[in-house]
């Protein structure tokens, strides 16, 4: 029961950095958002910085990704190469769109809703333009998403008790 207690404590203290350097770069990459507000009408939302964690850029970029309706590719100077993680919206296969612009990069690898990736620095620029363009073209070919409703509750049945129950059922996205 100690040990059980140790590892739970631990895992619990790791699970809350994961958090704050999760939070780190979304604060991060808003401050970028806000100083280039461009760059969330671009098909593909693409950032870097040397100071992001590595282990945490897909979770970040899947809740950019939620937030701007957007394939989002975060990623973190090492030298001479960017590294990061990619994740996308439904519709978008965002590995076959780096498998047309893999002149770029390094390497990569994924599926459809997400993927991980490597490029050279130098490259970054037309990297950014290729998937904005291989992106863009697949955006305009997407029928807008009908909102489907599984079940329906009058507003007086809304309460935090709800709310806390419904939290309980994350992580959410697709097919949850």
């Known amino acids: 029961e100690e040990s059980c207690i140790e590892i739970a404590k631990t895992l619990e ?80 296969d965002i590995t076959s769109a780096m498998e047309e612009n893999r002149s770029w990069l390094a390497n990569f690898g994924g599926h459809a809703m997400a993927g991980g990736l490597r490029l050279p620095l130098v490259n970054f620029s037309q990297f950014n333009a290729g998937m904005c363009a291989t992106v863009g073209k697949w955006m305009q070919q997407i029928e807008p998403s009908a909102l489907e409703i599984d079940h329906f509750i009058s507003f007086s049945r809304v309460s935090q008790q709800l709310s806390r129950e419904l939290a309980t059922l994350a992580p959410f996205g697709p097919g949850n």
Do not use: C, Y
């Not at 790791?14 to 808003?30: E, H, P, T």
């Not at 870097?48 to 100077?77: T, Y």
């Open 13 to 92: 203290a790791l699970n809350a950095k994961r958090k704050l350097s999760v939070g780190n770069v979304l604060s991060s990459a808003q401050a970028i958002i806000e100083r280039s507000p461009e760059i969330t009408q671009k098909p593909v939302i693409m950032m870097h910085n040397p100071r992001w964690e590595g282990g945490v850029l897909g979770i970040a970029a899947g809740k950019l990704a939620q937030d701007f309706k957007r394939p989002v590719i975060l990623m973190r100077n090492n030298g001479e190469f960017l590294s990061g993680s990619a994740r996308s919206i439904e519709g978008i």
